[in-house]
């Protein structure tokens, strides 16, 4: 990623107050209906989600991902922004704009087949 790219990020991730952080690789393909990337911080790895829907469309997904998380069902679950906002319109038109986000990092873990959180499916007999 372009330093000024890394750096624009960086200025947009700001209401989170991320300590240490510091912009890694863009995960997806451009023509995708959102763009996101790793960000390691201080406290340890987290995704920043840019997406191109207004934040009326978006914090609802958000808000059901982090009751999920609450009840053990891994999603990535939103970062709340200093001001507990879960998403934030980076956009020129708030209802047309696009939203940042930011999301906990899902690594694998032993129970997992895959990074996305969810259980390993039962070998078939």
């Given amino acids: 990623m372009s330093s000024a790219r890394g750096r624009h990020v960086l200025a947009l991730l700001a209401p989170w107050r991320l300590p240490g952080a510091r912009i890694g690789r863009e995960m997806t ?15 340890g790895p987290c995704v920043a989600k840019l997406t191109f829907d207004s934040p009326v469309v978006v914090e609802p997904g958000l808000k059901i991902a982090a009751v999920l998380d609450r009840a053990g069902i891994r999603t990535g679950a939103p970062t709340p922004a200093a001001d507990g906002r879960l998403c934030r319109s980076v956009g020129r038109l708030p209802r047309r704009g696009w939203t940042l986000a930011l999301h906990e990092s899902l690594r694998p873990s032993a129970s997992t087949k895959r990074g996305c959180g969810w259980p390993a499916r039962p070998a078939r007999r």
Avoid: A, E, K, P
């Fill in 29 to 43: 393909d451009l023509g995708d209906r959102s763009r996101v990337w790793r960000v390691d911080t201080d406290d």
